[in-house]
T-cell receptor
């Protein structure tokens, strides 16, 4: 079945460091891909998305490129801030008969220290 | 527009009791999904409702049930609570169409003692 795999956390970085969180997926068709972020004490928020191969999603300095050849959607940011400390979830959405089914990865916790 | 509203935010129950959680989706959204989030298991899908019909279900026992009303509001019920049911329960709403973009509520923190 479809699945999403993320790098194990927690990830700890110093402020202004470069961030990469790896995400790979398994899907039978052509899914849409998402990154969600969960700040402490809150629900998940959509961070960015890409709906087809080679699309690049971007938001708040974060970027991810839909790589169909490697079935990956790695999240990157050039310079992280303390406020980026959160849990990041990679997810895919694939059409299943008449509706879309969303599958989330396990999440990667990020801590940014001053 | 108003976001997804979940009530209550916090709940403490005793083993064996039952609980009902409520979720009001974004206006116009017809799909409501429920997730259980725990430190050990991560984010696990419970079920999804669309236009008052359950159209997808995760691997949870029958003690977990839900329903959706004609105004798209949804409730989730857990009967015969166990200690392991302690978790953050998240509700997400979407239009129910393509691309699956979901909007989450802040969740209900359930503690079973």
């Amino acid at each position: 079945g479809n699945s999403v795999t993320q790098m194990e956390g927690p990830v700890t970085l110093s402020e202004e460091a470069f961030l990469t969180i790896n995400c790979t997926y398994t899907a039978t068709g052509y899914p849409s891909l998402f990154w969600y972020v969960q700040y402490p004490g809150e629900g998940l928020q959509l961070l960015l998305k890409a709906t087809k191969a080679d699309d690049k999603g971007s938001n708040k300095g974060f970027e991810a490129t839909y790589r169909k050849e490697t079935t990956s959607f790695h999240l990157e940011k050039g310079s992280v801030q303390v406020s980026d400390s959160a849990v990041y979830f990679c997810a895919l959405s694939e059409r299943e008969t008449s509706y879309d089914k969303v599958i989330f990865g396990p999440g990667t916790s990020l801590s940014v220290i001053p | 527009k108003a976001g997804v509203t979940q009530t209550p935010r916090y709940l403490i129950k005793t083993r064996g009791q039952q609980v009902t959680l409520s979720c009001s989706p974004i206006s116009g959204h017809r799909s409501v999904s429920w997730y259980q989030q725990t430190p050990g298991q991560g984010l696990q899908f419970l079920f999804e409702y669309f236009s008052e019909t359950q159209r997808n279900k995760g691997n949870f026992p029958g003690r977990f049930s839900g329903r959706q009303f004609s105004n798209s509001r949804s409730e989730m019920n857990v009967s015969t609570l166990e200690l392991g049911d302690s978790a953050l329960y998240l509700c997400a709403s979407s239009l129910g169409g393509v691309q699956g973009e979901a909007f989450f509520g802040q969740g209900t923190r359930l503690t079973v003692v």
